[in-house]
Structure formats: C-alpha cells, structure tokens
C-alpha cells in the first residue's frame, strides 16, 4: 500500500541551526501539506502546497520557515534558525485532490520529531 | 473560523466495552468532519469521515461516528472496544477554503 514517508524520524538541533524536514508524498498525489504537534497540544495546520507553490499558510508559517519540492518526489520544510519553540512532531501529508474541494483524505506520514536544544 | 474541541483528552475503557469520544465543531458553514487514529509510532490514520448524506457514518475497526447538526457534535464509538484499538484520536473540521484543523486529540486506553 503506498504510504508517505518523513525523514528523519527524530532530529535533535541546537537553537539557531538550520533544519530540513524531508517527505515523499504518495506518488500520484497532487496537493503536500506539513502540520506539527507540540507536545500536549493539537495538530496544526503550518502550510499546503499544489503545483510548486504555497496555496495557503497558517500564522505559524513565518518566515523562519518555507517549503520546496526540490525533484519529482521529495516536499522539504526547512526551519532557518530554530528556537526553542520549535520542538514538536512534524506531519507530512498529501492528497490526490484538495481537500476542502472535494473532501479527499489526506494520507500522513509517521512524522519527524524536532527537538532544539 | 472553524474549530474542534474534544472533550476529554484521556479516555479509559474495559476490554469489550462501549467506547464513546466526544467531538464538537464550530463551523459558520456545512463541515467536512474527519476522525484519525494514531497508533504508537505511527501517522495518522483516517478513521472515518462525513460529507454530505447520510449522518451515521461507519469507518474502519468497528468504528462509527454520527453528525449532529441540532448540536455540533460528531461523536465516534464504538460498541465493543478491543486491546488494539488504543490509539490516540483526533478529530478534524473542514469548510470549503480552509485547512484541515485538528482537535487536541484524546488518548483511548483498553485494560483487560
């Protein structure tokens, strides 16, 4: 069955240090999204992303952070300098249509868990 | 702007009890409402979801959840719970135009 996958599954960084979050998307999928989790607190939305740009954004997606689909196949979150705030779970995922639209599942990796120290 | 809120974030059941996780929406027009499952570490799993239709919806594992639009409510249960149905669980909105917002999630817990 095809699944995304996240790399890494746990990062460790000192404050300040750049971080790029790796995902490959389900192959035929057409729409990327990277939400987070703090500990204790809910999945939130960060940003989606559909034919090699940002559709939408949260307000947590500043400019600390951006997105890229560097190949056919890879979807990256970089964190340029990351604070201590940063430490959370983060979730990949993608979809064959937009969700809102037309109500298709999101599919979700594992996720990739930052911690900065 | 549309939210979740799930009441309570730890729930603890009997093996082949009755599991009820409760869901209430806030959403200024009709929602798309999801349930997710995350089993240790994994990725969140889609569970069931409602659009339009019928308000009884039936997901995967036994699960269930009902729209209540008279009171913002999309429960999930689930008659008998088994060992491996614990998991986390989250609930999730959508309206045309936004993003997939999660609930805090809730931890379900099955003793034998």
């Known amino acids: 069955e095809p699944e995304v996958t996240q790399t890494p599954s746990h990062q460790v960084t000192q404050m300040g240090q750049e971080v790029i979050l790796r995902c490959v998307p389900i192959?035929?999928?057409?729409?990327f999204y990277w939400y987070r989790q703090i500990l204790g607190q809910k999945v939130e939305f960060l940003v989606s992303f559909y034919n090699n740009e940002i559709s939408e954004k949260s307000e947590i997606f500043d400019d600390q952070f951006s997105v890229e689909r560097p190949d056919g196949s890879n979807f990256t979150l970089k964190i340029r300098s990351t604070k201590l705030e940063d430490s959370a779970m983060y979730f990949c995922a993608s979809s064959e249509r937009r969700v809102a639209g037309a109500a298709g599942e999101l599919f979700f990796g594992e996720g990739s868990r930052l911690t900065v120290l | 702007a549309q939210s979740v809120t799930q009441l309570g974030s730890h729930v603890s059941v009997s093996e082949g009890a009755l599991v009820l996780l409760r869901c209430n929406y806030s959403?200024?027009?009709?929602?798309?409402l999801f349930w997710y499952v995350q089993y240790p570490n994994q990725g969140l799993q889609l569970l069931l979801k409602y659009t339009t239709g019928a308000t009884l919806v039936k997901g995967i594992n036994g699960f269930e959840a009902e729209f209540k639009k008279s009171e913002t409510s999309f429960h999930l249960t689930k008659p008998s719970a088994h060992m491996s149905d614990a998991a986390e669980y989250f609930c999730?909105?959508?309206?045309?135009?936004?993003?997939?917002?999660f609930g805090k999630g809730t931890t379900l817990s099955v003793s034998s």
């Open positions: 192959s035929n999928h057409l729409y």
């Open positions: 959403s200024s027009v009709p929602p798309y």
């Open positions: 999730a909105v959508i309206s045309p135009g936004t993003a997939l917002i």
